[in-house]
């Protein structure tokens, strides 16, 4: 019967992780496809909307970190996802340390699917300049979102991955443009992390009491 229930729990687990990282991958890939259609208009204008997919980004995590406060304001407490689960809420209250972690991936993926096609609009025009490896022959924007996923890891702290495999991107920013918008995405990467993992320890602190409360009311019970 125990095994039961910790497998069926699993599998709800997984579910509702999935089900939340696919809803937002779905929102990452549309950000993506306006940003392209947009910029066939204007690519000032594709710039734009780029820019206002990862201010959203911001706002939402920053929403995260001040929804881990005491008090948090109610516009925070409307972007980010509970702190504790609500079993008659939507799937994001229902299960909010799965829904944090794909909400986590998706961010990044959303935020290196506008910036490869801000950046790649950027060099077009000759604002941003980058170095090509001698060896590579593919399309710019497919070096660009590698650049980006490379950056992703290689922002993580205390973790020199790349520098253990000797793996290094095939394109480098080469001008002053170039590189202020991987610093930017870099403190991208470091602040949804820092918001992500504040949030986390948070809803372990407030998983670990209500199993305190509820032990607390079992036992006067008896």
């Not at 950000?31 to 939402?60: D, E, N």
């Not at 290196?112 to 060099?123: D, Q, Y």
């Not at 022959?137 to 890891?153: D, G, N």
Request: glycine share 6%; hydrophobic share 55%; aromatic share 10%.
């Amino acid at each position: 019967m125990f095994l039961w229930k910790l497998l069926r729990w699993a599998v709800l687990q997984l579910v509702a992780f999935a089900l939340v990282l696919g809803l937002m991958l779905l929102l990452a890939g549309f950000a993506h496809w306006t940003v392209k259609s947009v910029s066939q208009v204007h690519w000032l204008l594709g710039i734009a909307v780029g820019s206002l997919v990862l201010l959203a980004i911001v706002v939402l995590w920053v929403a995260v970190l001040l929804n881990t406060r005491p008090n948090p304001p109610d516009w925070a407490k409307t972007f980010a996802p509970a702190r504790t689960p609500n079993a008659r809420g939507g799937l994001m209250q229902q299960f909010p340390a799965q829904s944090m972690t794909a909400l986590f991936f998706a961010s990044l993926l959303a935020a290196i699917l506008v910036l490869a096609p801000i950046s790649e609009m950027l060099a077009a025009h000759g604002v941003c300049v980058y170095a090509r490896g001698q060896s590579s022959r593919l399309p710019l924007a497919e070096l660009l979102f590698r650049m980006y996923a490379w950056h992703t890891i290689d922002a993580v702290p205390a973790i020199d991955a790349w520098n253990v495999v000797k793996i290094r991107p095939n394109l480098e920013p080469a001008n002053t443009p170039a590189q202020l918008l991987v610093l930017t995405y870099r403190l991208i990467v470091v602040g949804l992390g820092v918001s992500a993992l504040v949030q986390w320890l948070a809803i372990r602190k407030d998983r670990r009491q209500r199993r305190r409360r509820a032990r607390a009311a079992g036992r006067g019970t008896r």
